[in-house]
């Protein structure tokens, strides 16, 4: 099975441009995720995604409580457990 390898801010290989995206992640969660790290791989296309998240999350008519519960019922509908 292939394996994606997560990208570091402390390796000295990391792109400058992995390096801002992971920087990005931290300053808005506050931590970065290992789902962060393993879209660092192409931080362009991760960025794009980034901004997509944000819209649908914060950029819709339901109340922050609706929108928790949507993405709560879409988890277990889906039998996710992350």
Known sequence: MAR????REDDPGTPPE?????KRVEG?????FNAAR???NHP?????????VR?????N???PTLTELAYATA????DCHY
Do not use: D, M, W
């Open 44 to 52: 362009q296309q991760a960025n794009a995604l980034i901004e997509i």
């Open 61 to 63: 008519s339901l109340t």
């Open 18 to 22: 992995a390096r801002e995206f992971l």
């Open 75 to 78: 988890s277990v509908a889906n």
């Open 55 to 59: 819209s649908v999350r914060h950029h």
């Open 28 to 32: 808005g969660l506050g931590e970065v």
């Open 4 to 7: 994606i390898p997560t990208v």
């Open 38 to 40: 393993l879209l660092a």
